[in-house]
């Protein structure tokens, strides 16, 4: 019986090689890749069951690839291994499309089950965070209340971008598109959220999950 094929995604490669060595004796990791981009990408051709990614991770974090995979003709199963431990970023993972969200300082055999637990089609999540994501999750958003799911997927990936640091041109360049563009979305962005500045920007990135 063919063993499930895994993929791991995280900038921090040196963490991945140890992650490969523990996921080994279980699963088939078929690749490593550093950003979200290259996770959606790598994701497409190699198929695995189950993708492990970090939420964090440069030029579209986690939780922008996720929502990416799930449109996919054969979405894998996704589950995030962080170091975020706040409530805000487990949920946004989850209503992404993770089915397993677990943190970093846990114990290397928490990562086995919540694989395990993907494969059987059940979902898992690290302690520390269940209950925050639970109220979270059921909490009713205010009327007129801006939220990150009121953003588009792509206002989200520039908005991540921007929070990076990344110029108008460089953003420009990563989605082939003028600079025009690039700032369009970015009042766009402003006004639904009612920012006023890249500082408020980037805060709003950080508190939603989006950075």
Do not use: W
Not at 6 to 16: N, T, W
Request: net charge positive; aromatic share 4%; glycine share 8%.
């Amino acid at each position: 019986m063919a063993r499930p094929r895994v993929l791991l995604g995280d900038d921090h490669v040196m963490f991945c090689e140890g992650l490969r060595a523990i996921l080994n004796p279980h699963f088939d990791v078929v690749g490593i890749v550093e950003n979200g981009q290259q996770l959606v990408t790598a994701a497409e051709q190699l198929k695995p069951d189950v993708v492990v990614a970090d939420v964090s991770m440069p030029l579209l974090n986690g939780i922008g690839a996720a929502r990416r995979l799930r449109k996919t003709k054969h979405p894998p199963k996704i589950v995030f291994l962080t170091m975020h431990a706040d409530a805000t970023f487990a949920t946004e993972a989850f209503r992404a499309g993770a089915v397993g969200y677990v943190l970093k300082s846990s114990p290397s055999s928490e990562i086995v089950t919540a694989i395990q637990e993907a494969i059987r089609g059940r979902t898992h999540i690290s302690a520390l965070v269940a209950g925050g994501v639970l109220g979270s999750l059921m909490e009713n958003h205010t009327a007129g209340k801006k939220n990150a799911g009121e953003l588009t997927v792509r206002q989200k990936e520039i908005l991540q971008l921007i929070a990076e640091g990344k110029s108008p041109k460089e953003i420009a360049a990563i989605f082939s598109v003028s600079p025009r563009t690039v700032e369009f979305h970015k009042y766009r962005i402003m006004e639904a959220i009612g920012a006023r500045t890249i500082a408020e920007l980037t805060r709003y990135a950080v508190t939603h999950g989006i950075l």
